[in-house]
Every structure is written in structure tokens, then in C-alpha cells.
């Protein structure tokens, strides 16, 4: 990747008023094995679904806590917000802290007893803005290579397919020859914007 930068820079670099900035909001990895999270939430009792019907998300049982969705997003079943919820409001944070110690301290490969997950954030530690209350509940990273899957109907907790790579967690951002100065904090998708509206007119507004 350093080389194919460097040509296109060697190429345009040296033009006036010319800057070159690169994105990616995420990266890549070999995938070493897919993880039913929701099936892990079955098992520990989170997560039961109706006798009649099929097994699925929209088929379950009023009395299930918690339920995942790709990638690694766990939803709390509360009450008042979840068509079938059952967790109390005075339950959600005793809940969510419950799962997410669990996921760090129990949640291992059962081939050869592997920590799966890295680290759970709660959304508020890494979403803001007027749809916060939409964002998951938690949101778990897992360790490189084991990617975190939403299906309900696995016969296994562990499971491997046809395709060999994965996104993963973390993001590349380049930005070359700028006068403009970005904050620690700003050093992220988020603070794009700023840089994208100095870069088409020095006068927009700050963010």
C-alpha cells in the first residue's frame, strides 16, 4: 500500500495546490473462524425464541434479555422500546454490565479455549448525536481473526465458511502535504469534515 501511495504521489505530489488525503473506515484481516454470538447468548439464557414459528430474530420469546446482530452489536430486549422487551429500566445497566464482563472473562474458543473478545464498549463511549438511543447497547471487539456473526441457527458456537478475509476494527487515515493542523481528538472519521470543508474553502465555518 506504501508503494501504490507513493507512485500516485510522485505522479501529482508536486502540483500546485495539490493535496492528497486517504480513508478507510476499517480494515482487514485473515479470517480465522466465524462466532454465532447469539447462539453464546442461548446458551447462558439471554436469548429463547417461541416453540411455534421458525427460529429467528423476529420469532423471540417475550421473556429473552438480550439478542445480537452483525457485527459483534448486542441489543438489550427493554421494555418500552423493543416490540417483545422484558428488561426493566432499573435492570438495563446491571444487564449490560453482566454480558460485558462475561463476554471478556468467559467467552472462549471452545477448540482450544481462546479469549474471543477483545474489549465491549457501551454505545455511549463511542456514538453521540441524536440517534444514540437506535445505536446497540454494546458493541464487542473481538480478538483478530474471529469474526462475530448474528446467526441463530448454528449448530456449533464456532464455525468457518468459504471466505478467508474480514473487516476489522481498525482505520487508516493519510493526509499529506495540509497546512491544516488536526487535534488528537479530531483524528478520526468523525473530524473529517473539518478537513474536507478547509480544504474546498479556508473560509467555512469551524467545527
Known sequence: MDDYLGEIWDKFGERENYEMMVLSDHGFCTLKKEVYLNLWLEREGYLSFRSEGSKSLENIAPESKAYSLIPGRIFINLKGREEMGSVEREDYEPLRDEIAKRLIEEFRDPEDGTPIVERVYRREEIYDGPYLEEAADLIAVPKTG??????????????RGKIVGMHTYDDAFLFVKGEIKLEENERWIGGVNKLVYQLISPSSPSF
Do not use: F, H, N, T
Open 146 to 159: 474471529y469474526d462475530l456473526k448474528g446467526k441463530v441457527s448454528a449448530e456449533g458456537l464456532i464455525g
